[in-house]
């Protein structure tokens, strides 16, 4: 996804659209979605027995020097409220869910299910282990509300706080190990959804850039998704 593309002004709001083939509703009316697409009955018993451990992987870094560059001059603009890189990451997953709504999906038993609201969970660790609060139309909020309610959340869920529509309900899964020094992990899909994201710290790094070697800020992710659905 394009993280350059974030606006920083709490001027995107992204309407709903609902591929034709599918009836789509707000994830919140219905427990993991409703209105599945169903999948072929003629769809070999190998890949409806696949194990539920990481699936394939797609690994790459970036260069965020224009990430880092709109952090900085957000950070300049807002008044208490320092915006982090993982707001810019589920800003952009969120933005890019939405462009490529055949991610924003589930794999059930007979059929898969696609969302028409973009939730994403974010993974939080705490005392108690592994928790990922939910956040709600991520994709309709702007970097300063992601921001505040992921703050929110992290706290209550470390408090054993959060309420089960807190999390529960996501369709796409953010993890982030980056402040623990770690370049690049792979990450285990949490069922029912299709995909994770694994984000790594902003280390320096060789780089060829016009045939010469060169450092540069190097940012890793690591996408692991349901080769089922996608």
Same mark, same amino acid.
């Given at each position: ?24 509703? &707000?994830?919140? =009316?219905?427990?993991? #979605?409703?209105? %599945? *697409?169903?999948?072929? /009955? $003629?769809?070999?018993? +190998? ?6 451990? &990481?699936?394939? =992987?797609?690994?790459? #870094?970036?260069? %965020? *020097?224009?990430?880092? /560059? $709109?952090?900085?001059? +957000? ?26 709504? +055949? ?128």
């Amino acid at each position: 996804f394009h993280l350059v593309s974030v606006q920083i002004a709490d001027q995107q709001r992204v309407g709903i659209a609902c591929p034709g083939r599918i009836s789509c509703q &707000p994830r919140h =009316q219905r427990p993991r #979605g409703l209105d %599945p *697409l169903l999948i072929p /009955a $003629a769809l070999p018993i +190998a890949l409806i027995g696949v194990a539920r451990g &990481p699936g394939p =992987q797609v690994l790459d #870094g970036i260069g %965020p *020097l224009a990430l880092l /560059a $709109a952090r900085a001059q +957000a950070n300049e603009l807002l008044d208490g409220l320092k915006l982090s890189v993982n707001d810019f990451v589920v800003k952009a997953a969120a933005l890019a869910l939405r462009k490529h709504p +055949a991610v924003n999906a589930a794999w059930m038993e007979n059929a898969i299910r696609r969302y028409r609201d973009v939730d994403i969970s974010v993974a939080v660790a705490t005392p108690g282990g592994l928790i990922t609060p939910v956040l709600h139309n991520a994709d309709a909020k702007t970097l300063r509300v992601i921001s505040a309610e992921m703050r929110a959340l992290a706290a209550r869920a470390k408090e054993g706080k959060l309420r089960p529509e807190e999390f529960q309900g996501g369709g796409f899964t953010i993890s982030n190990l980056g402040m623990h020094g770690v370049d690049i992990f792979i990450p285990i899909i949490n069922p029912p959804e299709c995909a994770i994201l694994g984000v790594g710290r902003i280390a320096k790094k060789p780089v060829v850039v016009d045939e010469n070697v060169t450092i540069r800020n190097i940012i890793s992710f690591s996408l692991v998704f349901d080769h089922r659905i996608i």
